[in-house]
């Protein structure tokens, strides 16, 4: 198949979307598929080029100039690398894939990532919708997707190519760690009120808020504002997120709204014992509670009650690691890929079923 991923940008940030398209696109071309992005750029150009995946320089920025040129240059890539598949994974270019493609062959798919955004109405265009979680699938059905169009995969990046075996951080203290962009709806306050209930009972724990983003400052000022300020610390985006939860004696994710929370595997992965809040998708990436502590969203009493419990209590601790290390498996990256491939086989009756070696990576 000829599978073309269409994105704003390919910037190694923690961006979640992007990281999951870069996971999806070196599976595929590992199976011998021909793979394509359109983006704007970044930093994983490199790793890119090492899978042999054609990379198409577009900006994608909403102003009416700036589209103009971008449906022109759109339709122009498209032309040249001919997909039987447009793979969508942002609002821009799943309108592009749409009203652009006219009596091209090509199907479109589009991935539901951020289904509380509401530009994820405009995903609805694709033939198929895929949804990163169950949670996601019932709020798009909801919102008017036909639920014969809709496919859930779980996100999976063990394996990833992106990941390093560094070890961990040395961090000082008992360490109580979150990874996540610094948006309101990450739940970061909640955390700062939580360590602030706990930090007076616990005078050997700190706090590491590991990513960066736009609501970072209100996050530091409220910090400051902590009588445990020195105890907190911004260690800002990390490429090697990892290192930090291998370091985290607990790891913690306080978000408002997770459509299934990547970052949590990655913590499973590294043998965290986690707490996470009960929202959208998080209970499917903690095995409903078995691999992680669930707690109420925007309730710092009860995240610090479950941290505490976790730090206060070596064998409950040591529970959680070791729970959150098992079934993980099936969140392998070729797992998703496998499946992405299943729902593009769908819309390509004619696709050879078996068209790929597993376990070969391209450029390695």
């Known amino acids: ?19 999951v398209m870069i996971d999806l696109a070196c599976e595929q071309t590992a199976r011998n598929h021909q793979v394509g992005i359109i983006s704007a750029g970044g930093q994983y150009e490199e790793l890119l080029t090492r899978y042999h995946i054609r990379h198409y320089r577009l900006d994608q920025t909403r102003k009416p100039a700036q589209l103009m040129r971008a449906v022109f240059d759109f339709r122009r890539m498209v032309a040249d690398f001919a997909p039987d598949i447009i793979h969508a994974h942002m609002m821009t270019g799943a309108v592009l894939a749409r009203f652009l493609r006219g009596f091209r062959k090509y199907k479109i798919v589009t991935h539901v990532h951020n289904e509380f955004q509401k530009s994820a109405d405009f995903m609805k265009v694709g033939d198929r919708v895929i949804a990163v979680s169950q949670a996601v699938c019932d709020a798009m059905a909801s919102r008017g997707v036909k639920r014969d169009k809709l496919r859930v995969i779980l996100n ?9 075996d560094s070890g961990p951080e040395p961090l000082e203290g008992r360490a109580i760690v979150t990874v996540a962009g610094m948006y309101e709806r990450k739940g970061i306050s909640d955390l700062i009120d939580a360590f602030n209930l706990l930090a007076g009972c616990h005078p050997d724990v700190k706090l590491y808020i590991v990513g960066d983003g736009p609501d970072r400052a209100r996050f530091e000022e409220h910090a400051s504002s902590s009588p445990y300020s020195g105890r907190i ?42 707490v996470a809040t009960e929202v959208d998708g998080i209970p499917e990436a ?54 992405m491939l299943g729902v593009y086989r769908e819309l390509l009756p004619g696709a050879s079923p078996l068209a790929e070696v597993p376990g070969t990576k391209h450029g390695l």
């Open 1 to 19: 198949m000829r599978i073309l991923h269409v994105a704003n940008h390919v910037k190694e940030s923690g961006n979640g979307i992007v990281n």
């Open 156 to 164: 999976g990046t063990i394996g990833s190519p992106r990941n390093s």
């Open 233 to 274: 610390r911004f260690a800002g985006f990390q490429s090697e997120s990892r290192r930090w939860m291998k370091a985290a004696d607990v790891f913690v994710l306080a978000s408002h709204k997770e459509p299934f929370g990547l970052v949590l595997i990655e913590a499973r992965e590294s043998g965290c014992a986690i």
């Open 286 to 339: 903690l095995d409903h509670g078995e691999s992680g502590i669930l707690v109420p969203p925007r309730d710092a009493k009860t995240l610090a009650d479950a941290i505490a419990r976790l730090l206060d209590d070596d064998v409950m601790r040591q529970h959680y690691r070791a729970r959150s290390g098992m079934g993980l498996d099936y969140y392998r990256a070729g797992r998703m890929a496998e499946e």
